[in-house]
């Protein structure tokens, strides 16, 4: 009988916000602060509940505040506690900045209705340009942009954003086809993008553009989801999408909101799950075009002085303990939901929310006492509770949400109900940078095994990470993308698939091992970014004055990929091979098994086993293959092989034999009952099924056989030529027989057959 855990039973039915300590002993000491912090989440949700009518009910204020076309004229609403007066002008009223004047209401909350015209018609009517002009205490008068923008557009002539008042007639909003939500994939496969780079020429690629030629893509080659980053409006493209000036607006340089859903609703009927890069974690200084110093004082939504700004990022730090503020965002977050049908969210910079110091000058050892305490910012931590809150409700089954913590606070990803903040994911950001520090410092035979296997592996047991190789992070101008940094210049030279380089060679294989370790072992999901599932080159660099304001870098070349003569398209098959083997044997999902069976570091061995029965082995070698390489196991059985970098269809040099059943020895081996003896050429991996276990091959042996026709003797000696594995009820991700020469195949299955 197995012992009662005390500890366990003495926290598990806890309702205070302690109940994650239950999994995490080491949590115990930090009960009071998580009992504070979950007390102040009740606090905040219950005054909600008594002053607003609930969550729901407040997250919907986008209906209120901005400009709405109400029966007879278009009602507009702000909060700008520190006006002295507001007033709105534009298009409607040759651009006057006294005559349609705003009444101020409780709370700093400012209104006016602007009547329809005599005849009728709207007064502002769709598509005509309206600014606001709040006058202070001290008498400046500020031209600003309606905080609460659903839609602006840079004016030619100033270079500023104006907002534009978006209220197409029935027949010019698009229609709605598939469901609002798709329902989750067991297995969150991300493609990380960004619309505006979406094109293969030196423009701003359109909501269009990327609907029609980049999702068929992303579909194609297995993905279960996309990441739409930079949607929020920023008025500096060269930021990334990172200084967002105007929240409730999308990015006008893609095109108009009715190209955004029609992206999104494709998407939906593709099967993808569409996640939002949102940004709350800070905002742009940029007071001419955002909500900087809306009202004339810098603590309107962010806090005062020096807390209230970023030294790092230059831009504005939000006051999370401010109930409009509050307001404010989880309404965004529901407006993106609701009007464009987002699923769910990748929240960007959650490090910097949670702690006071944001993370700067910061190394974290994973000290607990680093996770607690007074420079812990609690009012953020509230409001992630209160956002993951409202994501579950308004799309309990696909509305996903992933931190972007580089902290590694524990209880992030724990259920609010349990006293964490709710998230589903967090990002593995140790992971590239380790793949970069080994490619920028180490040289290949100095790779230390261990250190891998532990980089990929040390993350919280009880947390979901989403794991990847590169990001859009490593690709950023100073860095470059990963294939860049294994092949560098060779990349303009030596891609053909006629030519023959050391240095290519040695890229394409390393490039196709570090994707699947990262995508076996790193997480529970993963993620590439676009474009970096061929290899692409160099790096990624936005129009700015040092670069000529030049579009060459902030582009894909998915001509690239496309031209079968360049191995560019090596690349990308093994991207789909990767994520076909996924499909079909389950292995980078939440609660599935998981054991690294060995990390040698003189060999530069990795095996491990994941999921669905697959044994993954990694020969990082530069030079040495191993023949009957013994490699302990879980399930005894028979294997056969699944996907293997060094096929020829992938740009390998086929020294591994496809149609090999390899059977199991009883012999224990590294911790495991049972071994396999495989061949491992260097710098290549392979993954394994054990499509038959022991106990299901005895359980077929006591069945009776059904009565079998004799075959024709020629017949059965051409069958038993090459040996070929019992027939499995999964397709796996094989190649294909054709890409490897039959003579080749028998020879080769003898030689291994007789090892």
Do not use: F, W
């Given at each position: 009988m197995a012992e009662k855990d005390v500890h366990f039973d003495a926290w598990k039915d806890k309702k205070d916000g302690t109940q994650v300590i239950a999994a995490d002993r080491y949590l115990e000491p930090y009960a009071d602060s998580l009992r504070y912090r979950f007390t102040k989440y009740n606090e905040i949700k219950n005054a909600i509940e008594e002053s607003e009518g609930g969550l729901d009910k407040f997250a919907q204020s986008y209906k209120s505040f901005g400009l709405h076309a109400v029966e007879g004229g278009v009602e507009y609403r702000e909060w700008a506690p520190g006006a002295q007066s507001v007033a709105i002008f534009g298009d409607f009223n040759g651009w006057n900045r006294h005559s349609h004047q705003l009444t101020r209401g409780e709370f700093g909350i400012w209104t006016t209705t602007i009547p329809d015209n005599e005849d009728g018609s709207p007064a502002v009517p769709h598509g005509s340009k309206v600014k606001v002009c709040v006058v202070t205490p001290g008498g400046m008068h500020l031209d600003r942009n309606p905080a609460w923008a659903t839609y602006l557009i840079q004016n030619p002539s100033t270079f500023l954003f104006d907002t534009v008042f978006w209220n197409p007639p029935e027949e010019h909003k698009y229609q709605w086809k598939h469901q609002k939500h798709p329902p989750a994939p067991e297995c969150m496969r991300i493609y990380e993008c960004h619309v505006g780079m979406g094109s293969g020429d030196p423009k701003v690629g359109t909501y269009d553009e990327f609907t029609d030629n980049i999702l068929p893509r992303i579909q194609d080659l297995g993905f279960t989801a996309i990441q739409i980053m930079a949607i929020m409006e920023h008025a500096y493209y060269g930021s990334f999408g990172y200084h967002v000036t105007n929240f409730f607006a999308i990015s006008s340089r893609s095109g108009?909101?009715?190209?955004?859903?029609?992206?999104?609703?494709?998407?939906?009927?593709?099967?993808?799950?569409?996640?939002?890069?949102?940004?709350?974690?800070?905002?742009?200084?940029?007071?001419?075009?955002?909500?900087?110093q809306f009202d004339g004082t810098d603590h309107q939504y962010f806090h005062e002085g020096e807390r209230g700004r970023h030294s790092l990022w230059d831009s504005r730090l939000f006051n999370y303990g401010h109930w409009e503020v509050i307001r404010f965002l989880l309404s965004n977050l529901r407006w993106y939901m609701e009007e464009y049908h987002f699923d769910g969210f990748r929240f960007d910079g959650v490090t910097s929310m949670l702690y006071k110091h944001h993370g700067i000058q910061v190394q974290f050892s994973g000290d607990y006492r680093e996770y607690f305490g007074l420079h812990v910012d609690v009012d953020a931590c509230v409001y992630l509770m209160l956002a993951n809150d409202l994501v579950r409700q308004l799309n309990p089954d696909s509305g996903i949400t992933i931190a972007e913590d580089v902290s590694g606070m524990p209880t992030v990803c724990r259920p609010v109900e349990e006293g964490g903040l709710g998230f589903d994911y967090r990002l593995g950001m140790s992971v590239p940078d380790k793949w970069i520090e080994l490619l920028s410092k180490e040289k290949d035979e100095a790779w230390n095994m261990g250190n891998i296997a532990f980089t990929l592996t040390n993350r919280r047991w009880n947390e979901a990470t989403i794991g990847y190789a590169e990001s859009h992070d490593q690709a950023l101008v100073g860095d470059k993308t990963l294939a860049f940094w294994l092949m560098d210049a060779a990349m303009y030279t030596s891609m053909g698939l006629d030519q023959q380089s050391p240095v290519v060679e040695r890229g394409i294989a390393l490039h196709k091992m570090i994707r699947l370790i990262s995508y076996g072992l790193a997480g529970e999901g993963y993620l590439t970014f676009m474009g970096n599932e061929f290899g692409h080159p160099e790096w990624v660099d936005f129009p700015r004055a040092g670069n000529g304001f030049s579009y060459e870098k902030a582009r894909r070349r998915w001509d690239l990929a496309d031209n079968q003569s360049l191995r560019y398209s090596h690349l990308l098959l093994w991207e789909k091979l990767m994520h076909e083997l996924e499909t079909n044997h389950f292995f980078c999902r939440?609660?599935?098994?998981?054991?690294?069976?060995?990390?040698?570091?003189?060999?530069?061995?990795i095996a491990f086993e994941k999921g669905d029965r697959l044994l993954f082995v990694f020969n990082f070698h530069p030079s040495q293959s191993f023949t009957d390489y013994r490699i302990g196991t879980h399930w005894g059985g028979k294997y056969r092989l699944v996907l293997d970098s060094d096929g020829s269809n992938v740009g390998g040099q086929g020294r591994v034999h496809w149609h090999v059943v390899h059977q199991t020895s009883n012999s224990p081996w590294q911790s495991r009952s049972h071994s396999l003896q495989l061949y491992l050429p260097s710098r290549t991996c392979q993954v394994y099924y054990c499509f038959e276990l022991e106990s299901e091959a005895e359980e077929a042996a006591r069945k009776p056989a059904p009565a079998a026709k004799a075959a024709p003797a020629a017949e059965t000696v051409a069958e038993n030529d090459v040996a070929k594995p019992a027939p499995s009820a999964k397709t796996a991700a094989d190649p294909t027989d054709a890409t490897v020469p039959e003579a080749t195949v028998k020879a080769d299955v003898s030689e291994e057959a007789t090892a």
């Open positions: 108009d909101p009715e190209g955004l859903k029609r992206l999104i609703d494709t998407a939906h009927g593709m099967g993808l799950v569409v996640l939002m890069d949102v940004v709350h974690s800070h905002a742009s200084s940029n007071s001419m075009d955002g909500i900087n939440k609660a599935v098994h998981q054991y690294v069976v060995l990390a040698h570091d003189n060999d530069k061995v």
